[in-house]
């Protein structure tokens, strides 16, 4: 009888060593390899703004530089297999007391004047944002490939914000956002 509970408990422990060896390479994935590719730009979201309807802002003629960023790192264009939106965030720039949280909702889309068969793409977004935003919004990556953008000499970001209150004031602000240029 014993040897029996023995062999229980025995075959319990291996089936739960399996397991976590399972678990474990799993969870060891190579690590990307790329570059990351940075942009930024400041606006002005103007006082007065009413949340009855959306409100867009558009950044054009953005140079990608991708051949800089590639060479910076030592790659060329035709070792990048993708090119992922990796972070996003909407910033003040002075600290004037006012906070973001009168955004409810931002939306981030990618075009190109060069090639309107590309059409546009939704690259960032945030839904809900909360009622606790301070001076920072960070906005959530679509999991897209942005390649074919990010190739021609130009390309084009709109914002659309979403409010849930009139703006109080002309308020300063930087979006920041960055692509991985990924070639694994």
Not at 43 to 65: C, R, Y
Not at 87 to 102: A, E, H, P, R, Y
Not at 110 to 134: H, N, W, Y
Request: net charge positive; with cysteine; glycine share 2%.
């Amino acid at each position: 009888m014993k040897l029996f509970f023995s062999a229980i408990y025995s075959s319990r422990f291996l089936l739960l060593l399996v397991f976590c060896s399972f678990l474990t390479a799993w969870n060891c994935r190579k690590t990307p390899v790329g570059v990351e590719m940075s942009y930024q730009r400041n606006f002005v979201i103007q006082s007065g703004l009413t949340p009855l309807a959306s409100h867009n802002f558009e950044f054009k003629d953005i140079l990608p530089d991708t051949a800089a960023f590639f060479n910076a790192v030592g790659i060329n264009s035709n070792q990048i297999l993708a090119i992922e939106p990796r972070s996003m965030k909407l910033q003040l720039i002075f600290n004037t007391g006012v906070n973001l949280n009168f955004v409810e909702r931002a939306e981030v889309q990618i075009t190109t004047p060069e090639d309107a068969t590309l059409g546009s793409k939704i690259v960032f977004f945030r839904d809900d944002v909360p009622l606790s935003t301070s001076d920072r919004l960070d906005l959530v990556a679509n999991n897209v490939d942005v390649k074919n953008f990010l190739y021609k000499r130009r390309y084009q970001i709109k914002l659309t914000l979403y409010l849930r209150q009139i703006t109080p004031q002309n308020i300063d602000v930087q979006l920041n956002w960055s692509f991985f240029a990924r070639t694994n």
